[in-house]
DNA sequence: CCTTGTCGGATTGTTGAACAACTGGCTACC
DNA sequence: GGTAGCCAGTTGTTCAACAATCCGACAAGG
């Protein structure tokens, strides 16, 4: 049918076609957006501090209309806010966002654990180790006491758990929802060892699911929650 | 404590504030996108069918840039597929995608029902009654033919479903994936009866959730997903 | 016949400037 | 003390320009 040369340009196209996302392809808007959504992760930016469209740009080196396009990205996503002919505002999470993000999460995750059990083992345990890979960075982070790349890990676990039900989109609703998390962290400045009592038990729900124990390791994970939940809206007052 | 006129002042102020949002205090971009959204889940605008900055902006009577800004929403939505330096389009649902949406409101709605047992009984009642006046919708859009109003009909069952949670963010997630499912629905355009079948499933459902039995209308739920989603599938081939 | 090089029109990406609309604070006035 | 009006600064939106890129057409070459 096919000469092995036709079949040779074909491998080609598919290998390059994985590559294509490096070829730049990606707008200064964008980029800008990427770069503000770091800032604000990593607590660089405080929330409730304003974005002036034109110091910003020019700190950023791009023009206003650039600029406000990738505000409007970083609004949908729910890490800054826009008042009508105010400007925008890194957000600023209340209490009730708080117990919300935690509702969204508990769906989500436990979902997914649930999920887990329809998984063909060899993904699964492909699944299973990103989990304990996870687990694993943050427990080296945590004996060298860089809490906030304890805190990344963590969020990676929270991920991982996610990613068993084996569905991008909800890949990318449990990252904008762990991103949004961050600003309640930043918010509460005070938490600098927050994340290390979870560590063990990430461990523990780990373990359940190794051993194939999903409606365990739902119920560990829910009760996880809402302790994590509780704790935080604590620090919030 | 408070005078008359301070109270009648605090009245009116939280009347006032209701309709704020009456008060335009919204966008351009925003009330484009609006308009384009509608426009897309109405199948107004066929999945593939690109839209010029150019042309699309002299019709909605919009600069460029304001344009520009309501794309970036609509893509982030994943209604529009932004290509670098080619434009925008339609976005055009493969096969992956549909098994991926069906994954996500599984887990999304299936979960609410679980999360529906510890709501507190009378704002339970208050969500079931929006489930059943959503299948009633349905029923009436079916008798008169109308089948564009039975699929609207039955995505707000299924919202109704997802806001058993309480959860604002999810409630959000799920209408942007059933929009996003409108896209199949439209692809496939032989589809004028494909919402009735399900109508009779929905009120079992809800008969369920009347009755206490969240365990198993969740399971009922899971099998019509499953159901639905294939002959879906089916008629994508 | 198929591939490759080249060219020109059309579209998008990005910028800068301009003006309208709005906000927030200041002042003067009662 | 409160209120109306004014004013500087910011945002909302448009417009025009230019650079970068895509796409189809057409020609040249194997």
Redesign the interface.
């Known amino acids: 049918m096919a000469s092995p040369t036709a079949r040779d340009q074909a491998d080609w196209s598919d290998l390059l076609a994985g590559d294509r996302a490096l070829l730049d392809?990606?707008?200064t808007?964008e980029r800008v957006a990427d770069a503000l959504r770091q800032w604000i992760i990593d607590g660089r930016l405080r929330p409730g501090t304003q974005l002036s469209e034109h110091s910003a740009g020019k700190a950023l080196g791009v023009s206003r209309?650039t600029l406000?396009?990738a505000f409007?990205?970083l609004v949908?996503?729910r890490l800054l806010v826009h008042e009508?002919h105010r400007g925008v505002f890194v957000r600023v999470l209340a209490a009730d966002d708080v117990t919300?993000?935690y509702?969204?999460r508990?769906?989500?995750e436990?979902?997914?654990i649930r999920?887990a059990s329809d998984v063909p083992p060899d993904v699964l345990a492909e699944r299973l180790s990103a989990i304990d890979a996870a687990i694993t960075a943050a427990e080296d982070a945590a004996v060298e006491e860089h809490w906030l790349d304890v805190g990344t890990a963590n969020m990676r676990f929270h991920q991982a758990i996610t990613a068993l039900?084996?569905?991008?989109?909800?890949d990318e609703?449990m990252q904008q929802?762990t991103a949004e998390l961050r600003l309640a962290f930043h918010a509460t400045s005070a938490l600098r060892r927050f994340h290390e009592p979870y560590i063990e038990l990430n461990r523990g729900i780990a373990r359940l699911l190794g051993d194939g124990e999903f409606g365990a390791a739902a119920r560990a994970l829910d009760e996880y929650l809402t302790t994590a939940q509780r704790q935080l809206l604590d620090a919030f007052a």
């Open positions: 392809r990606t707008s808007a209309n406000r396009e409007r990205l949908h996503e009508f919300d993000l509702r969204t508990r769906l989500l436990t979902g997914a999920a039900a084996g569905s991008p989109r909800a609703i929802l």
